[in-house]
Antibody
Framework: EVQLVESGGGLVQPGRSLKLSCAAS????????MAWVRQTPTKGLEWVAS????????YYRDSVKGRFTISRDNAKNTQYLQMDSLRSEDTATYYC??????????WGQGVMVTVSS | DTVLTQSPALAVSPGERVSISCRAS??????MHWYQQKPGQQPKLLIY???NLASGVPARFSGSGSGTDFTLTIDPVEADDTATYFC?????????FGAGTKLELK
C-alpha cells in the first residue's frame, strides 16, 4: 500500500524558515517524481514544486522561486520542502504527492503551515 | 496562468447520472486530470489525461474532452460520491487546479 506521511509543519513567524518532510513507503520511491501541493480555503489547490526521480530536475511556481527548495533522498525514501523567507500567504495545508509528471496519483494526509506573528 | 472554471455546486439524487464540467482559459490538449476530495481528507485521483481511469476507481466514473472543455461523469451516482471534485491541467506551466465542484446528494 502506498503511503506518504508528511511532517514538520507548524506555526512560524514571517521571514522565518520551516522544513517539511515526506516519508514514502509501499512503492519504489526512486522510480517516481514527487511534488508538493498546497491548499487554502481562499486560493484552493496550488501546485508548489516538483522534483524528478533522481532529483536533478526541480520545478517551482513563480511565487515560491528563490524561497522554497524541493529535494529528495532516495536512500531514505523521503522528500523535503525547505521553505525560507515565509510569508503570510504561504499559510496552507501542504500535501506531499507522487507524480507521474502530469497528475498526482497518491497524496499524503497533509501538514498545516501557519505563518503569523 | 491557465484558469480552470468549474461550476460551484451540483445536487443530484442517488442513481442519477451527473456531469461535472471544467473549462480551461487556454488549450491543454488532453492533459486534464480529475480528483475527488471528501471533507477532512486528501484529494484522490480519479481520471488522468482526460479519460483514463485511475487504479482502483470504480467504472461509474468516466472522463471526456480535449482542448478547453472537459467533463467528469458519474453514472450512477451513489451516496458515497458526496465530495468536491477538482480538475487540474498539466499542459501549461504552472500546473493549475479548478476551484472545485461540490456534489451534494438529494
Amino acid at each position: 500500500e502506498v503511503q506518504l506521511v508528511e511532517s514538520g509543519g507548524g506555526l512560524v513567524q514571517p521571514g522565518r524558515s520551516l522544513k517539511l518532510s515526506c516519508a514514502a513507503s509501499g512503492f519504489t520511491f526512486s522510480n517516481y517524481g514527487m511534488a508538493w501541493v498546497r491548499q487554502t480555503p481562499t486560493k484552493g489547490l496550488e501546485w508548489v514544486a516538483s522534483i524528478s526521480t533522481g532529483g536533478g530536475n526541480t520545478y517551482y511556481r513563480d511565487s515560491v522561486k528563490g524561497r522554497f527548495t524541493i529535494s529528495r533522498d532516495n536512500a531514505k525514501n523521503t522528500q523535503y520542502l525547505q521553505m525560507d523567507s515565509l510569508r503570510s500567504e504561504d499559510t496552507a495545508t501542504y500535501y506531499c504527492a507522487r507524480s507521474d509528471g502530469d497528475s498526482f496519483d497518491y497524496w499524503g494526509q497533509g501538514v498545516m503551515v501557519t505563518v503569523s506573528s | 496562468d491557465t484558469v480552470l472554471t468549474q461550476s460551484p455546486a451540483l445536487a443530484v439524487s442517488p442513481g442519477e447520472r451527473v456531469s461535472i464540467s471544467c473549462r480551461a482559459s487556454e488549450g491543454v490538449n488532453s492533459y486534464m486530470h480529475w480528483y475527488q476530495q471528501k471533507p477532512g481528507q486528501q484529494p484522490k485521483l480519479l481520471i488522468y489525461k482526460a479519460s483514463n481511469l485511475a487504479s482502483g476507481v470504480p467504472a461509474r466514473f468516466s472522463g471526456s474532452g480535449s482542448g478547453t472543455d472537459f467533463t467528469l461523469t458519474i453514472d450512477p451516482v451513489e451516496a458515497d460520491d458526496t465530495a468536491t471534485y477538482f480538475c487540474q491541467q498539466s499542459w501549461n506551466d504552472p500546473y493549475t487546479f479548478g476551484a472545485g465542484t461540490k456534489l451534494e446528494l438529494k
